[in-house]
């Protein structure tokens, strides 16, 4: 049987290059959604060490090389998701793309949809993105939707937010007696007033306590 044409764009051929993968590799066609999560999760971590590697040397190719690792499993869970019948990697491009139509009114919206947010303050930007996906989910609890394996400064960090934007903010000791729970919240908090990331903050120190050892 002939070799089919090669597709000329590089997303395509991708594409047809994991369709071809399930059905003729025997172990990545016994590949799940569940039994694939441990190499999403890696392959996650695995680019955010090449962001902080880049950070550090401006040598960005690692970042390359692991968002391609990413890439695939994206395409993997999209090809599973195709041969059931659920969705294909067509479906969720146009998911993300209408999403982001949606919640980027000051680019892609009317006039009149765009009033009030300046384009060039990322911070009216995020409250306008906030804003579009609060009215969407319509959730009925800070911790809706996050999910329970974020790492707990992320979680808090998250949490701090929304309580923030609903008007009530978070209440908890950061006294001399606060328990060391509270101190970590209360310096979330403080991230958070500064415009600091407190995950990668943390990161950060502990690359310079492993570069200083």
């Known amino acids: 049987m002939p070799e089919p044409a090669e597709p000329a764009e590089p997303l395509l051929e991708f594409l047809a290059v994991m369709r071809r993968l399930r059905a003729e590799c025997g172990w990545k066609r016994a590949q799940t959604h569940r039994s694939l999560a441990r190499y999403l999760l890696e392959e996650t971590h695995e680019t955010l060490e090449a962001i902080d590697v ?3 040397t401006g040598d960005w190719s690692h970042l390359r090389e692991e968002l391609g690792d990413l890439l695939l499993q994206v395409y993997f869970h999209a090809v599973v998701a195709e041969e059931r019948g659920a969705f294909t990697i067509d479906d969720v491009a146009a998911d993300v793309t209408a999403k982001m139509h949606r919640r980027n009114p000051h680019v892609f919206g009317s006039t009149a949809d765009a009033a009030g947010v300046d384009a060039d303050d990322p911070t009216a930007v995020n409250d306008a993105w906030e804003a579009a996906k609060a009215a969407e ?3 009925t609890s800070v911790t809706e939707g996050l999910p329970p394996g974020l790492p707990a ?7 701090l937010d929304r309580l923030e934007r ?3 903010p978070a209440a908890y000791d950061d006294g001399a007696g606060a328990d060391l729970g509270d101190r970590l919240l209360a310096l979330v908090a403080e991230a958070r007033a500064t415009g600091t990331d407190p995950e990668q903050a943390l990161r950060d ?3 310079r306590v492993v570069g200083r050892s």
């Open 166 to 168: 609903a008007g009530a």
């Open 153 to 159: 400064l992320l979680l808090a960090d998250k949490v």
């Open 205 to 207: 120190a502990v690359r």
């Open 54 to 56: 880049g950070e550090e």
């Open 137 to 139: 989910k319509q959730r």
